[in-house]
């Protein structure tokens, strides 16, 4: 005997199409008949450029939210010994913040269940990263992660197909269809595998700028209040930082290189942005999850979150004391004249990044681990004649073609005095329920 469906698919459409809001039962109905295939992906495409082009209401995405979270597991972390705390950041060009954030926060005793992705497009993602390191497995089980969050308190690992499968689907869907860039789908699927993930406080690092997914700050900021409402609405302590991602995030680029300077972060030296958005982040996730007072620079300096870290990486099958992989290939390109470094644009370093090698552009693609930039100047910084300014590396050497191609106006060197444009600071604001 056939299910007869409560809904037919093509009236849900023409309502969003036409500016309808939805209602809750027909959004439950559609994410679990799209999840158990009676909703084809071309109906459930037009869908999301019905939703791209006229937006949701607050309710209609928190229905969304939480339709997706119901078409899979929920995660209990309530068990453990120690409070959680997570942090997701919308992604950027050297953003590898979650590598030095997670053994940090850990070392004051929070737990960390940083269940992660990997890169699409010029953005990295941070199980590429530290899957550089000989032997470091991203894939664990529930019981292990379990073990180890009680254990040591940081996990990076990879996110189960079992938290929220409809957003799994519908995100494949959003990324061939030119609708991800909606707020409302970017909000709900975010927020639908945090929630499910069951952390009890959450920071979101929600970028904006040329190397951002949304380039605009006010998109962004609206992006960042929906996160806030829906986490709230959910029990979730959630605040989120507004950041820049106008320039590159720290000197590396790809993937080994910014586990490299990951380790120098925790070593207590790297450069000041990624420290200053590491400590700030920390300091949130500290502060949500009871800490007010957490001396964070100090356990940076003394080697607290370094310990977390090794013993975080040698859980997950990782040697912390294996070289990290060098590509064969080196291009170092060098300053052209005396002068200020004025302006260095991360979009296209990111996307050069890739052309070498350190991004993938389809899902079943490997990336080199090895390949990426190192920047030896940022904005602001004098440059004389024949200094290095960044130095590209890849395996196959046919590759450094394509990336300058990238690098074309990214980056430009003016006389001593010129105004820079460094993008401005890198903290802009702070976003609460
Ligand atoms: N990351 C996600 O998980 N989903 C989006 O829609 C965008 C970024």
Redesign the pocket.
Known sequence: MSTIEPFDTVDLIRAKRDKHPLSTEQINWLVDAFTRGYVGDEQMAAMAMAIFLNGMERREIKDLTLAMIESGERMDFATLSKPTADK?S??GVGDKITLPLAPLVASFGVAVPQLS?RGLGHTGGTLDKLESIPGWRASLSNEELREQLESIGAVICAAGSGLAPA?GKL?SL?DITGT?EAIP??????MS?KIAEGTSALVLDVKFGSGA?LKDIEQSRQLAETMVALGTDAGVTTTALLTNMNVPLGLAIGNANEVRESVEVLAGGGPADVVELTVALAREMLESAGQMEADVEDALKDGRAMDTWRAMISAQGGDPDAPLPVAREQHVVTADRDGVLVEQHALPFGIAAWRLGAGRARKQDPVQHSAGIDLHAKPGDAVKKGQPLFTLSADEPARFERALEALEGAYSIGDEGSQVNDGGPLIVDRITA
């Open positions: 997701h919308t992604g992705g957003d995100y959003r991800v789908l970017i909000a709900s699927s975010i595998k997914f």
